[in-house]
């Protein structure tokens, strides 16, 4: 009796020891609405806990006051870390302050947090190469260094709140922007420019309101359009929506990014022509690992110390590879993966 007590006290001592020693990680992701962020949140808090820590995972509606109270309370709340990906970078000043103030360690994740020094670490995808793959898919789809050409083409960018657009928007600009000189792309919208080309809060909805308008403005009489340059797949999913109700003519090259279900869909039938693959799994796996060395005081991992720069400072970053993905290899990168199920996939 007195050994079985002895160990009871034994087990409780460890587990409330357990429970004391697990610190605790803040997560705040940007909203439920698109597809990537589920994965991303669901994946880092499982990591999370797997790693011994406490988990709080919030997500923010895609409202900028809403996150920054999420993440202020995170920071009173004690969290040793806080990992954001925010809705807008820079909105989130003062709970940046706050957790400077506090000592609690702050990693950007996917998206950069701007103007605010206290930002320790970024993990993202290499944001400039997602958007040259789109930009040489395109160049190589239309043969632009051969073909005679001139081809249509119009472009779809994200939220000018969101430092990833511009990276994205200048990754396929700057493979395509000669072609545009040298008159062998025609933009017959007109639209060039990423204040003329973005898409606030990355909206599906957004994305086929402008397409409609400029389908109606410049297609409607017949002209072809060769492609449409999509930064991701939810203004893809706009622009096809717009194309199917409003377009006739052969269906155009559209690219996207992070094989969302419905665009995985639309490749297989055929309906989008690209998309970029970020598997979510990878970079929650390589914050985990971040939020593990620093609340062990080890050295960080980081590959990019150069090219992130928040306007005060550069801010060591991480960069995992994104993955092209069409029609042709989808199985082998997401079902054989395990990232879906056939079933997903099926219509
Ligand atoms: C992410 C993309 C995503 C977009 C819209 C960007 O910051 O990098 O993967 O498609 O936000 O949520």
Not at 9 to 33: F, H, Q
Not at 301 to 308: A, K
Not at 315 to 337: R, T
Request: some cysteine.
């Amino acid at each position: 009796m007195k050994k079985i007590l002895a160990m009871l006290l034994c087990a409780l001592l460890i587990v409330s020891c357990t429970a004391a020693l697990a610190e605790k990680v803040g997560v705040s992701m940007p909203t439920k609405d698109l597809q990537r962020w589920n994965q991303d949140g669901d994946n880092m808090k499982a990591l999370l806990e797997e790693a011994g820590y406490e988990v709080d995972l919030q997500f923010a509606n895609n409202d900028v006051a809403t996150q920054l109270n999420q993440v202020q309370t995170m920071i009173d709340e004690d969290c040793a870390v806080v990992v954001i990906a925010a809705i807008e970078g820079s909105s989130l000043g003062a709970a940046l302050d706050a957790a400077g103030a506090k000592g609690v360690k702050v990693i950007a994740y996917d998206r950069l947090l701007m103007d605010n020094e206290n930002v320790d670490y970024y993990a993202t995808f290499d944001n400039y190469m997602v958007g040259t793959v789109q930009g040489t898919f395109v160049k190589d789809a239309l043969d632009l260094d051969n073909a005679e050409g001139p081809f249509n083409v119009e472009f779809t960018a994200g939220d000018p709140g969101d430092n990833n657009a511009g990276f994205f928007f200048n990754g396929a600009m700057d493979v395509l922007k000669p072609y545009i000189e040298e008159g062998k792309i025609i933009v017959p919208s007109g639209q060039t420019e990423f204040e003329q080309v973005a898409t606030p809060t990355w909206k599906t909805d957004v994305a086929q309101a402008r397409a409609e308008d400029i389908l109606a403005s410049n297609y409607a009489d017949g002209t072809k359009l060769d492609a449409w340059v999509c930064s991701n797949d939810s203004t893809a999913l706009g622009v096809t929506n717009a194309l199917e109700a409003n377009y006739v003519g052969d269906w155009p090259i559209i690219t996207g990014q992070d094989c969302d279900i419905q665009n995985t869909k639309n490749m297989i039938a055929g309906k989008q022509s690209m998309s970029v693959f970020k598997d979510t799994r990878t970079l929650a796996a390589q914050v985990v690992k971040m939020v593990g060395q620093i609340l062990s005081g080890e050295e960080v991992d980081v590959n990019d110390t150069e090219t992130y720069n928040n306007n005060v400072k550069v801010v060591p970053s991480f960069l995992c590879e994104p993955v092209f993905a069409n029609a042709d290899n989808y199985k082998e990168l997401l079902i054989d993966s395990g990232y879906y199920t056939e079933d997903q996939l099926a219509d």
